[in-house]
Structure formats: C-alpha cells, structure tokens
T-cell receptor
Framework: QKEVEQNSGPLSVPEGAIASLNCTYSDRGSQSFFWYRQYSGKSPELIMSIYSNGDKEDGRFTAQLNKASQYVSLLIRDSQPSDSATYLC???????????FGKGTRLSVIA | SQTIHQWPATLVQPVGSPLSLECTVEGTSNPNLYWYRQAAGRGLQLLFYSVGIGQISSEVPQNLSASRPQDRQFILSSKKLLLSDSGFYLCAYKGSPPDTQYFGPGTRLTVL
C-alpha cells in the first residue's frame, strides 16, 4: 500500500523567510506529485503539481522532486502570515485509484 | 471551466438519524469522483470513489454508503448516524493536469 509521509509540524518561520516543507513517498513507480494548501475550516486547494525530476517554480512557490530519493518538497519564498495553513502532499494512485495524501504539515508564519 | 458543489454546507444531526450529502460537478463528463472525511485536526480519510454511474468502491467498512445515480452526481448516505461520523466531508473530482483532484467546499457534520 502506498504511503506518503510528512512531518506534522507545526513549522514556524518568521515573515519574509523561506519555508521548506518536505514529503517522502513509498512507491518508486509514482509519477504525479501534488501540493495542496488547506486553511483552517476550508477545503484543500491545489498549489502545484510536478511530474518530472527537478524544480518547478510558480510565483513564490517552488516544488522540487527527486524520484531517486523518493522525495518531494515545497519551498515558499518571502513567507507571509497569509501562508499559515496546513500543506498536504499527495502522490498518484495507480490507474483510477485516488491520490494518496500525507497527513499534512502545519505552517505558521510569524509576523 | 469545471466547478464542484456540495450541500449542505453545515449540518447538525442527532445520533441515529439518517444522512444524505450531495455533490455535483459541472463542466465535465464522467469524472472520477471521491468522498473523503476529515476529523478535527486529522488527515484526509478516503471513504468512497467512483469511476462511473453505479460504480462505487468502498475504502472503509462502516455505516456509510455512496451512490452515483447520475454522471455528475455523487451522494453519501447513512441510515443511522454515530457520534464518530462527525467531521468535515469533502467531495472531489479528477481533472487536469493528469491525476489532479479538485475539492468541493465541504460539508461540516456534527452528530450530537
């Protein structure tokens, strides 16, 4: 059974700093990787998807994938208090099966 | 563009009462659909998923059931709610880019 592991946190960073969120996964055959952000009391929203090794940048967010190490990370530059949320890592299931989600890392950006 | 709706947004029900939560998706046909539950402060628990009308896969044996009577409609039901059924219920569909899941706004259920 596929597993996705994340440090539950909380991860506290000062405003303006870089927040680094990490995720490992168990299935070496996984092909698709996702980061979701979930504010308290709200549903998860997609931040980024990444499918190939290396970095993918979107504004202040950078996703990094290393398939050899089975490791995916999310960097948030110039962190803002509005980035305070739980960040969920997800990895593709096989065929029609759903994504496999980690339990999430809670990020707190201190003003 | 695709949108996903869930209702009701909040629900307070007594133990032993029935439940029906509805999810509909617009702007796509025959999507894969999913029901998740999130207990307070916990991760996402997959409950059911469906790849087409009448096709339901159950991930967790419990007193909940799901149905897909129409292409873009997914319903979560229970005949008798338990206290442990309280939580945040999320419906999702698979869209693009490949494998991406998009979540509805959720239903917050409190069983008293």
């Amino acid at each position: 059974q596929k597993e996705v592991e994340q440090n539950s946190g909380p991860l506290s960073v000062p405003e303006g700093a870089i927040a680094s969120l990490n995720c490992t996964y168990s299935d070496r055959g996984s092909q698709s990787f996702f980061w979701y952000r979930q504010y308290s009391g709200k549903s998860p929203e997609l931040i980024m998807s990444i499918y190939s090794n290396g970095d993918k940048e979107d504004g202040r967010f950078t996703a990094q994938l290393n398939k050899a190490s089975q490791y995916v990370s999310l960097l948030i530059r110039d962190s803002q208090p509005s980035d305070s949320a739980t960040y969920l890592c997800a990895v593709d299931g096989s065929g029609n099966t759903p994504l496999v989600f980690g339990k999430g890392t809670r990020l707190s950006v201190i003003a | 563009s695709q949108t996903i709706h869930q209702w009701p947004a909040t629900l307070v029900q007594p133990v032993g009462s029935p439940l029906s939560l509805e999810c509909t998706v617009e702007g796509t046909s025959n999507p894969n659909l999913y029901w998740y539950r999130q207990a307070a402060g916990r991760g996402l628990q997959l409950l059911f998923y469906s790849v087409g009308i009448g096709q339901i896969s159950s991930e967790v044996p419990q007193n909940l059931s799901a149905s897909r009577p129409q292409d873009r409609q997914f319903i979560l039901s229970s005949k008798k709610l338990l206290l442990s059924d309280s939580g945040f219920y999320l419906c999702a569909y698979k869209g693009s880019p490949p494998d991406t899941q998009y979540f509805g706004p959720g239903t917050r259920l409190t069983v008293l």
